[in-house]
């Protein structure tokens, strides 16, 4: 709505943008990054969905209604200019200590010790990429700041990356600006945050870690590179708590996962680079938001028959207000993440099964009656109201969600079996999934390639000591 109401001053037109008080402040910072940080808001009290409908009314008579009239026919104050420091302005100097303090004083640290992005650091990040310094990635929601090769490098050293990291941060960015990912969501209530999955070679190069612990933080690559990915959301794209940030319960920032690619290649299912269209050896990263997740222990059995039930079932419980991205607020764009540790897949795969098999068990037994789906998007969420049968009369819904009238009927919880996504890593010897309820179009998997410097073996290999660490 922000950005219609910058649209319409911009022609000249005024308005008078009506905001939730929940949402107020952050209404106040995003018109900043719109370039009219005195845009006329209008304060509605309270939480709409939670009042009845002659609270409403008197908040709207009383409160918005003058708050409307006032924005419309009187110019609004002047704005109060916030310039920020030049990208390579030196901001201060000082002990670790004093550095640690400016940073959290002014936001620019998620709360733990950052490392000081001096210039000779940032300059041996920059080594390890073909892009100029000044190259721009992007422009970057809500902010929208310019998302720079030097940014990048600034923000890695912070997170205390080692220099060699630098093509997959750049690659992060790159997938961070596409607008098929969504950025612009990230601050989004359901506190939804992004897991990064990195494929190919570059795993065993780096030292990732995919098998025992995978998602615990103790692995410099897989703990850094995700510390990397809030710290940019925070320092360049402008997510704040309190401001652009309005998650009702967060999530920290995730650990990288990475899959386990000799499992992969061992029982013949294409990774998951593969998957979204690259090319298996190509190193790529994958990033996709979700609202939380859940490990699924001791799957029992020594057939896909006797594991499957539970691994469906665990899938279907995870996902319930989800299903608005299914039919609703986006169609079609849920994608729920199932990661399964090697021994599973290994059962799975020795019975016969593809990866695509596995898909398509989940596609038709991940299911919940009509009336259930329609509850969730009507009755007990504030999706009103998209009824399958409606969204089916435009052309909207496949013809897996309508066939019968009966309320009673199963319908899946994605449009395609290809929907689910699958990644194998962990333990190898443990029987344990973990199952990522997805955040639909509010952070769609999105992934790119990384591209790797000149000579870069031999730049990792000189790389590769302990000095070189920080």
Same mark, same amino acid.
């Given at each position: 709505?922000?950005?219609?109401?910058?649209?319409?001053?911009?022609?000249?037109?005024?308005?008078?943008?009506?905001?939730?008080?929940?949402?107020?402040?952050?209404?106040?910072?995003?018109?900043?990054?719109?370039?009219?940080?005195?845009?006329?808001?209008?304060?509605?009290?309270?939480?709409?969905?939670?009042?009845?409908?002659?609270?409403?009314?008197?908040? #709207?008579?009383?409160?918005?209604?003058?708050?409307?009239?006032?924005?419309?026919?009187? &110019?609004?104050?002047?704005?109060?200019?916030?310039?920020?420091?030049?990208?390579?302005? *030196?901001?201060?100097?000082?002990?670790?200590?004093? *550095?640690?303090?400016?940073?959290?004083?002014?936001?620019?640290?998620?709360?733990?010790?950052?490392?000081?992005?001096?210039?000779?650091?940032?300059?041996?990040? /920059?080594?390890?990429?073909?892009?100029?310094?000044?190259?721009?990635?992007?422009?970057?929601?809500?902010?929208?700041?310019?998302?720079?090769? =030097?940014?990048?490098?600034?923000?890695?050293?912070?997170?205390?990356?080692?220099?060699?990291?630098?093509?997959?941060?750049?690659?992060?960015?790159?997938?961070?600006?596409?607008?098929?990912?969504?950025?612009?969501?990230?601050?989004?209530?359901?506190?939804?945050?992004?897991?990064?999955?990195?494929?190919?070679?570059?795993?065993?190069?780096?030292?990732?870690?995919?098998?025992?612990?995978?998602?615990?933080?103790?692995?410099?690559?897989?703990?850094?590179?995700?510390?990397?990915?809030?710290? %940019?959301?925070?320092?360049?794209?402008?997510?704040?708590?309190?401001?652009?940030?309005?998650?009702?319960?967060?999530?920290?920032?995730?650990?990288?996962?990475?899959?386990? +690619?000799?499992?992969?290649?061992?029982?013949?299912? +294409?990774?998951?680079?593969?998957?979204?269209?690259?090319?298996?050896?190509?190193?790529?990263?994958?990033?996709?938001?979700?609202?939380?997740?859940?490990?699924?222990?001791?799957? %029992?059995?020594?057939?896909?028959?006797?594991?499957?039930?539970?691994?469906?079932?665990? /899938?279907?419980?995870?996902?319930?207000?989800?299903?608005?991205?299914?039919?609703?607020?986006?169609?079609?764009?849920?994608?729920?993440?199932?990661?399964?540790?090697?021994?599973?897949?290994?059962?799975?795969?020795?019975?016969?099964?593809?990866?695509?098999?596995?898909?398509? %068990?989940?596609?038709?037994?991940?299911?919940?009656?009509?009336?259930?789906?329609?509850? %969730?998007?009507?009755? =007990?969420?504030?999706?009103?109201?998209?009824?399958?049968?409606?969204?089916?009369? $435009?052309?909207?819904?496949?013809?897996?969600?309508?066939?019968?009238?009966?309320?009673? $009927?199963?319908?899946?919880?994605?449009?395609?079996?290809?929907?689910?996504?699958?990644?194998?890593?962990?333990?190898? /010897?443990?029987? &344990?999934?973990?199952?990522?309820?997805?955040?639909?179009? /509010?952070?769609?998997?999105?992934?790119?390639? #990384?591209?790797?410097?000149?000579?870069?073996?031999?730049?990792?290999?000189?790389?590769?000591?302990?000095?070189? *660490?920080?």
């Amino acid at each position: 709505m922000l950005r219609a109401s910058a649209a319409c001053e911009r022609a000249g037109v005024p308005t008078a943008s009506l905001v939730c008080e929940g949402f107020f402040d952050q209404a106040a910072t995003t018109t900043i990054g719109l370039g009219f940080p005195n845009l006329p808001l209008c304060l509605v009290p309270g939480h709409v969905g939670a009042q009845s409908d002659q609270e409403l009314y008197d908040n #709207i008579t009383d409160v918005t209604l003058d708050d409307v009239i006032n924005n419309l026919t009187q &110019n609004p104050d002047a704005a109060i200019d916030s310039a920020e420091p030049a990208p390579r302005e *030196i901001v201060a100097s000082g002990s670790f200590e004093e *550095i640690n303090s400016l940073f959290y004083d002014n936001e620019w640290s998620d709360g733990l010790p950052i490392v000081p992005p001096t210039v000779d650091k940032i300059e041996e990040f /920059l080594k390890f990429t073909n892009n100029a310094p000044d190259e721009v990635l992007g422009v970057i929601l809500p902010d929208n700041r310019a998302a720079t090769v =030097w940014s990048v490098a600034v923000n890695g050293v912070m997170a205390g990356c080692r220099p060699q990291y630098m093509p997959v941060l750049v690659a992060l960015i790159k997938a961070m600006v596409d607008p098929i990912y969504g950025v612009e969501h990230s601050g989004n209530t359901p506190g939804g945050e992004t897991l990064i999955t990195i494929n190919g070679p570059i795993i065993k190069q780096l030292g990732f870690n995919n098998t025992q612990g995978v998602l615990r933080d103790g692995f410099m690559p897989n703990t850094a590179i995700g510390r990397f990915w809030r710290l %940019y959301l925070r320092n360049v794209a402008g997510f704040l708590l309190h401001k652009n940030d309005k998650c009702t319960f967060g999530n920290t920032w995730r650990v990288v996962l990475a899959e386990n +690619e000799d499992v992969c290649e061992k029982i013949g299912w +294409e990774p998951n680079s593969v998957e979204m269209g690259f090319a298996a050896g190509d190193n790529t990263v994958t990033i996709s938001r979700y609202v939380g997740g859940n490990v699924l222990s001791s799957v %029992y059995g020594d057939h896909p028959d006797r594991m499957m039930p539970y691994l469906s079932n665990a /899938l279907l419980r995870m996902h319930t207000w989800h299903v608005a991205f299914t039919i609703g607020t986006s169609m079609g764009t849920l994608r729920p993440l199932i990661i399964l540790s090697p021994i599973l897949a290994e059962t799975i795969a020795n019975a016969g099964w593809s990866k695509a098999d596995v898909k398509q %068990y989940f596609f038709d037994y991940t299911r919940m009656t009509a009336t259930e789906f329609e509850r %969730y998007l009507g009755d =007990w969420t504030d999706h009103h109201i998209w009824q399958i049968d409606k969204q089916a009369k $435009r052309g909207k819904v496949p013809k897996d969600f309508t066939e019968s009238e009966d309320p009673n $009927r199963l319908v899946p919880i994605t449009f395609t079996p290809d929907d689910y996504m699958i990644v194998i890593a962990g333990d190898e /010897l443990r029987t &344990n999934a973990y199952v990522f309820a997805h955040n639909g179009i /509010l952070g769609y998997p999105t992934a790119k390639k #990384i591209d790797l410097p000149e000579n870069w073996e031999k730049m990792l290999a000189a790389a590769d000591c302990p000095k070189c *660490i920080f």
